[in-house]
Nanobody, 115 residues
Framework: QVQLVESGGGLVQPGGSLRLSCAAS????????MGWHRQAPGKQREWVAG???????DYSDSVKGRFTISRDNAKNMVYLEMNSLKPEDTAVYYC?????????WGQGTQVTVSS
């Protein structure tokens, strides 16, 4: 089992920045890839960014150039640095950990971009 706990969400003005954190615990040695997804009201959950165990990153086109994902394997943490935030980035953001067996999800953290 893997447990994930997100933090760092909140209310920010358009153009502002936020840093989300995700702490992993449990059977962390089984984790391969990690990533962030988000779900806006009335929409399906969508993938935002991912990072492999080796540190290779990838981003959705909607956040590329504005968001940065990073992973600290020593601390069992993954981060999402979000800059130049837009109202359309408003969503609940979920951390995901992938093992050979299944995906694990955190409880989510709310990000609201509004003036």
């Amino acid at each position: 089992q893997v447990q994930l706990v997100e933090s760092g969400g909140g209310l920010v003005q358009p153009g502002g920045s936020l840093r989300l954190s995700c702490a992993a615990s449990g059977n962390i040695f089984s984790i391969a890839g990690m990533g962030w997804h988000r779900q806006a009201p009335g929409k399906q959950r969508e993938w935002v960014a991912g990072v492999t165990s080796g540190g290779v990153t990838d981003y959705s086109d909607s956040v590329k150039g504005r968001f940065t994902i990073s992973r600290d394997n020593a601390k069992n943490m993954v981060y999402l640095e979000m800059n130049s935030l837009k109202p359309e980035d408003t969503a609940v953001y979920y951390c995901r950990a992938t093992t050979q067996v299944r995906n694990y999800w955190g409880q989510g953290t709310q990000v609201t971009v509004s003036s």
